[in-house]
C-alpha cells in the first residue's frame, strides 16, 4: 500500500476478531516501527503482548478495580479482540539529557507506526486507554515498574467486515497552519534577540 493511501485509510477498528498477527509478526512490525524518530535513540518503551487467556488476567484486574459494581462488564472488556498489546512508556531518568516528554513524544510516534504497519499488513487495531491504566490491580497484573507508565492497550486482530467505519473524511486545517511575516524590521546595530 503506498504510504499516503495507507494514513488516509487507516481507521480504528472497534470490531476485531481472530486471527491476530503472531508473537513474530508483531515484534517484526515493532522493529521497523522502531525508525520513528527517537531522540538520542533510546527505545523509552516495551510492550507486553496478551492473548487467550493472559487476557483474563487483566479482565480481572480491571473487573478488581471496579467502584461502581460493573465488575463483570470490565472483566469482558480485553476479549473485544484476539490480541491486546500493552504499550509501555519506559522513560530514561538518568544518564540522558532528552526529557521525559521528548521520550513520551517518541513512544506515541511509534505506536502510530504499528498502528499504520499493522494496517498495511491488512489487520485491524485500536488504541484504547481508561482510567484502568493508573490502577494498582491493573498495574500489579501487567508487572508494571513503579517507574513505567502504562499508556493503555492496541487491541488487535482481523477487522470484522460486518461493521466497517465510514471511510475517513480529511479535515481543514488551513486556518491551523500559518506563516510568521518576515516584515518587521530588523533591529538596528544589536544582536539577534537571545545571543547577547
Ligand atoms: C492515547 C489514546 C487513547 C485512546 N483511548 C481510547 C479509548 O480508551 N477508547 C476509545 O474508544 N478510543 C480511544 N482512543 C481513540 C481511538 O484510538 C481512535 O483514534 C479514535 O476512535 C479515532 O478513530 P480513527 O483512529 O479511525 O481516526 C484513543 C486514542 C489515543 C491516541
Known sequence: MELTQAIRTRRSRH???APAPSDTQFT??????ASAPDHGTLRPWRWLLLRGTAR??????????ATDGNGHRLRDKPLRAPLLASIIFCPHEEATRVPAWEQLAATTLLVHSVELLLHDAGWGSIWRTGGAVEAPAVREALHIGADERLLG???VGTPDGRSSPPARTLPSVRERVTSLSGRHPRRQGGAAPGRR
Open 15 to 17: 470490531l476485531l476478531t
Open 153 to 155: 492497550w492496541l487491541y
Open 28 to 33: 517484526d512490525l515493532v522493529r521497523t516501527a
Open 56 to 65: 483474563h488476567v487483566l479482565g480481572d484486574a480491571l473487573a478488581a478495580q
